[in-house]
């Protein structure tokens, strides 16, 4: 079974700090995607990255960086220089190509105050 | 514009009152799926459609039907509504399973 954990429920941080949002899944596969979106206050669910399971590559985007480890099964997502328009629930997914269906972990909502 | 788009935004009704969440997209993806998203829980998805006619189960099916007669659309329904399916809903697609998916901007129910 596909299960996707976020242990973090709440973080609140102050402008320009950094942040990391941690992500654990589980699954039996060895082909899988794993995504994470962004849930503005707005309600809406923005897309922000998918890496696929032969790709252990560090990932960055401007402010945003993801660290994929297949050997401790996690996918944590950092802001660096977090800015007020960050806050939002953050949700890291699982996909197996098997079932095509989608897993979310329960969100990490993220308060970025000045 | 690329959209997905579902109706109604908001919706209160009482039990046992049969409604139907329309759900359509102009982007051409074969994939669509309904989640539903509760505190503490994250999002579930409820059905998913690979392609016209395709359909299956997700997570938590219980009490909801789908159907996928054309490409666009795959509506939600409800035939008997309870108050523990008070909750926001989501309408996604993409192109295949594995590509990102498109989301709605959400339905609010709330069953009285």
């Known amino acids: 079974a596909q299960k996707v954990t976020q242990a973090q429920t709440e973080i609140s941080v102050v402008e320009k700090e950094d942040v990391t949002l941690d992500c654990v899944y589980e699954t039996r596969d060895t082909t899988y995607y794993l995504f994470w979106y962004k849930q503005p206050p707005s309600g809406e669910l923005v897309f922000l990255i998918r890496?696929?399971?032969?790709?252990?590559q560090n990932e960055i985007s401007g402010r945003y960086s993801w660290n994929f480890q297949k050997s401790t099964s996690s996918f944590n997502f950092t802001i660096t220089a977090s800015q007020v328009v960050d806050s939002a629930v953050y949700f890291c997914a699982l996909m197996n190509t098997g079932f095509q269906k989608l897993v979310f972990g329960t969100g990490t909502r993220l308060l970025v105050s000045p | 514009e690329a959209q997905v788009t579902q109706n109604p935004r908001y919706l209160i009704t009482v039990t046992g009152k049969k409604l139907t969440v329309t759900c359509s997209q102009n982007?051409?993806?074969?994939?669509m799926s309904w989640y539903r998203q509760d505190p503490g829980l994250g999002l579930r998805q409820i059905y998913y459609s690979m392609n016209v006619e395709v359909t299956d189960k997700g997570d938590v099916p219980e009490g909801y039907k789908v159907s996928r007669k054309e490409k666009r659309n795959f509506p939600l329904i409800l035939e008997s509504p309870s108050p523990n399916q008070t909750s926001l809903y989501f309408c996604?697609?993409?192109?295949?399973?594995?590509?990102?998916?498109?989301f709605g901007d959400g339905t609010r129910l709330s069953i009285l």
């Open positions: 982007m051409n993806h074969e994939y």
């Open positions: 996604a697609s993409s192109e295949q399973g594995l590509r990102p998916q498109h």
């Open positions: 890496r696929n399971s032969f790709d252990e």
